[in-house]
């Protein structure tokens, strides 16, 4: 099992870190902050929610690694994102535009650091989390990943993670779901019950991201 595990993390990093080294581009927070028109709309409002597939509050990503946001935001581009709105914004973006982004949303955030260890969770929660071994890849602390393409989950909103990982569990749509294979084959461990279990207790730890309310109108 151990070896498995070991197998799956070393496939994990290789798979990430080719997704950033296709986009290693610098980052200009500056420029950034005058591309960001199309996304104040909805992640710039506190409470914001989205209506596909589902109600859910859209992520907070002020204080988000910029690594993993432009790993994002370059997966809905090329399709292994299926979220219609994002793909057509991700579809518009140019590496460097990509870049200046995810650049402003990582620097623009007031939120104190995480605490570098969290309280035990329950037995039921613990178990999930060794099962998926959650923090092998995000951290102990679930805001300090192996590395910054993993995104932070700590103090992200409860109904915005089920969703993405039931997302890791959808094949074969147009639409909808997230070609991953490491992801996929973690969500696909669990069923939608102990998703939300698992939602449920990284949202409610301390993170390092926020919502900061913007004005659609710059």
């Not at 071994?133 to 995000?138: D, E, F, P, R």
């Not at 890791?168 to 997230?178: D, I, V």
């Amino acid at each position: 099992m151990k070896k498995l595990l070991t197998s799956a993390l070393f496939i994990a990093v290789s798979f990430v870190t080719s997704q950033v080294l296709a986009q290693d581009v610098q980052g200009d927070p500056k420029a950034g902050e005058k591309k960001i028109a199309m996304c104040i709309g909805c992640h710039g409002i506190k409470g914001y929610q989205a209506s596909f597939p589902e109600v859910y509050r859209v992520p907070m990503i002020f204080g988000q690694n910029a690594k993993y946001i432009s790993s994002a935001l370059a997966a809905y581009r090329s399709g292994d994102r299926k979220h219609p709105t994002m793909k057509g914004i991700g579809a518009s973006l140019t590496d460097q535009d990509i870049a200046d982004i995810a650049a402003y949303y990582a620097g623009h955030s007031t939120a104190p650091a995480a605490p570098e260890k969290l309280p035990e969770p329950s037995g039921k929660v613990a178990e999930l989390l060794t099962k998926g071994a959650c923090a092998s890849c995000h951290g102990v602390n679930y805001s300090k990943g192996i590395d910054g393409s993993y995104p932070k989950l700590a103090g992200q909103h409860a109904d915005y993670l089920f969703v993405a990982l039931k997302s890791y569990k959808t094949e074969n749509l147009g639409t909808w779901g997230r070609n991953n294979v490491v992801m996929g084959g973690i969500a696909k461990q669990f069923t939608n019950a102990e998703i939300k279990e698992l939602a449920k207790y990284l949202a409610a730890q301390p993170g390092e991201m926020q919502v900061v309310p913007q004005s659609k109108f710059r």
